[in-house]
């Protein structure tokens, strides 16, 4: 008996509305294109050009970084055609043509990019040096250092690795 009841008052309940059932979609799909809204009226991103330390056929414009004086080499017709770039180095020209001391936003953050990529390259070189380096020296040394060349051993730690000395002289790491 009770669940006639049941039974019976959902029967008399006035039915939803379509819209009512469709409203959390509704409110769904707004929120999305209210999120994509900025993206829509915004000029699409440009990615920044490649660029590479050494020249070549296709790295054929040669460039140095502002803070540490990187060399690097950059695709001519890619750099001149990226807008953003080129409008930073325009804005940095002074009215007699010379170039002002600072570059615009965008080429500063492409540079800092090149240097952090560099800093990086470094640092894992350096990682890779010692780590043969001290593989070296557990190889001279063998298993138990029985009739190891213990002058040799030294040597082999007393070895500069290039790109630990550059990251040195660069003051970000200490020796």
Not at 61 to 80: C, D, I, P, Q, W
Not at 83 to 92: C, F, K
Not at 120 to 135: F, I, M, T, W
Not at 154 to 169: D, F, H, M, S, Y
Request: a positive charge; charged letters at 25%.
């Amino acid at each position: 008996m009770h669940r006639q009841r049941a039974g019976a008052n959902a029967a008399n309940a006035p039915p939803r509305s379509m819209w009512m059932q469709l409203l959390p979609l509704i409110v769904f799909f707004g929120l999305s294109l209210m999120s994509s809204l900025p993206n829509l009226f915004s000029a699409p991103h440009v990615p920044d050009p490649q660029f590479s330390f050494s020249p070549s056929n296709k790295y054929n414009a040669e460039r140095r970084t502002g803070e540490m004086g990187l060399k690097y080499h950059v695709n001519e017709r890619e750099f001149s055609n990226h807008a953003a770039i080129q409008a930073d180095i325009l804005a940095s020209k002074s009215v007699t043509g010379s170039k002002s001391s600072r570059p615009g936003a965008t080429l500063t953050r492409f540079e800092r990019g090149i240097e952090n990529y560099y800093k990086q390259d470094l640092y894992a070189r350096c990682q890779r040096g010692v780590d043969a380096r001290e593989r070296k020296k557990e190889a001279e040394i063998g298993m138990f250092g029985i009739g190891t060349d213990w002058e040799k051993v030294k040597k082999i730690g007393a070895e500069k690795v290039e790109a630990c000395e550059r990251l040195k002289e660069l003051g970000i790491i200490r020796g």
